[in-house]
């Protein structure tokens, strides 16, 4: 069993930064896109950022050029540099990690159990 455990999340005022942490623990497994997501009051959970375990990122058009995903793969932690905060980005921000396990290979899709960030106008 693999367990996310995010950090960072806070209130913040708009123009403000943020970086989020989230850690995977667990015993032989093996981890291949990590990635952040999040969700509004009232609204769907959806996408901010990926990264799969060679460094390819992937970001939704609304966080371009103002969030940043990074990973230590030793650590197996990934992280999330937030600049420009906008009310907008206010939410319970989601860490997610999928990989597989060894010996058996089965795969797995995990998820962290939110952290709030919340940007003031």
């Known amino acids: 069993q693999v367990l996310l455990v995010e950090s960072g999340g806070d209130l913040v005022q708009a123009g403000g930064s943020l970086r989020l942490s989230c850690a995977a623990s667990?015993?032989?497994?093996?981890?291949?896109?990590m990635g952040w997501y999040r969700q509004a009051p009232g609204k769907q959970r959806e996408l901010v950022a990926t990264?799969?375990?060679?460094?390819?990122?992937n970001y939704a058009d609304s966080v371009k050029g103002r969030f940043t995903i990074s990973r230590d793969n030793a650590k197996n932690t990934v992280y999330l540099q937030m600049n420009s905060l906008k009310p907008e980005d206010t939410g319970v921000y989601y860490c997610?990690?999928?990989?597989?396990?060894?010996?058996?290979?089965?795969?797995?899709?995990?998820w962290g159990q939110g952290t709030q960030v919340t940007v003031s106008s």
């Open positions: 997610n990690a999928g990989g597989f396990q060894r010996p058996s290979y089965y795969s797995f899709n995990a």
């Open positions: 990264i799969t375990s060679g460094g390819s990122t």
């Open positions: 667990g015993t032989n497994f093996i981890i291949n896109a």
